[in-house]
C-alpha cells in the first residue's frame, strides 16, 4: 500500500492534480480494487489535510474521466475498465454485456404509434404527422444505466413490432430478424444531456454523453431511426479493422 500523502508534498499550486496522483496510484496498486468505494472526500480531506474544494475538484474530474463513479447519497467507486462496442458494426448491446460476463436488464419507457414530426417524417419518405412506431428503452450492466435507445420504426417494415416483448428480445434482435439493413449511417457526437435523461442514466450536473444516431434502410427504403445515448464516463465506441478490407469493396 502507498505512503500517506500530506500537504508536505503537494505543490500548492495543483493541489487537485495531486490528490488525483494519489487516487490514480490507490486504484493502480490494488488499494481500491474495480467496483470498491474509495474514502469519502471528509476522509480524504483528513487524510491528506486538503481543502474540500481541493478534493471535490480532484474527484468531479476523476468521475467525469472515467476513473471513479459518483452515486448520489452513497459515496464514488473506482469505475471498471471502460466498456467498448464496435463502431462500424451493428452490435446488440445485450450480446456485448453478456460477452463481458455481466447481467443485462431492460427496461421499456416507451412503446407506441405516433404521428412523425416534420423532420421525422422527411427521413421515412413520408408526410408530416404519419404514423412511425417508436420506443423509449433503458439498457442496464449490473443494474446500471449505460443506455437509452430512442428508435422510430417504420411499420411498412416491421408491422409487429409494437407486439413485441422488448425486455425478452431486444430491438436490434428482433430488426434483424426481419431483414439485416442494405445501408447503414452513424453519426457521433457528444452533447449534454437534460434533466430527463440524466435522472434516467443516472448522471450528474455536469457529465456529458456520447451520442450515436443510426440510420438504417432495406433495399424497400428507410427502416429505423435510433438515437442511443450512453454516459461519457461509463461507454466507449471503437474498432479496429484492415484498409484492404474496404479498399477491395467496390465505390
Known sequence: MQAPLTMDNLRPQKLYEQVKIHLRQGIADGTWKPGEKI?????LMQRLGASRMTVHRAVRELSAEGVLLRVQGAGSFVQPPTPRSPLL?????AEDITRR????????????????EAEIAAEFSLRPRM????????HFENEIPVQLEERYVSPAFAPGYL??????????????????PHEVEHI?????PDARVQKLLQLT???PCLCLLRRTWTKAGPATRSLLTHPGNRYSLGSRYKLADFNARPG
Do not use: C, M, W
Not at 474514502?39 to 476522509?43: G, H
Not at 458494426?89 to 448491446?93: A, G, L, N, P, R
Open 131 to 138: 404514423k412511425l412506431f417508436y420506443s423509449e428503452i433503458l
Open 188 to 192: 457521433i457526437h457528444a452533447g449534454q
Open 89 to 93: 458494426e451493428i452490435h446488440d448491446i
Open 101 to 116: 460476463g455481466h447481467i443485462h436488464r431492460a427496461q421499456v419507457l416507451v412503446l407506441e404509434s405516433r404521428p412523425a
Open 163 to 180: 407486439a413485441q416483448d422488448f425486455t425478452a428480445i431486444i430491438p436490434n434482435r428482433y430488426l434483424q430478424s426481419i431483414e439485416p
Open 39 to 43: 474514502p469519502s472526500e471528509f476522509e
Open 205 to 207: 450536473a455536469y457529465e
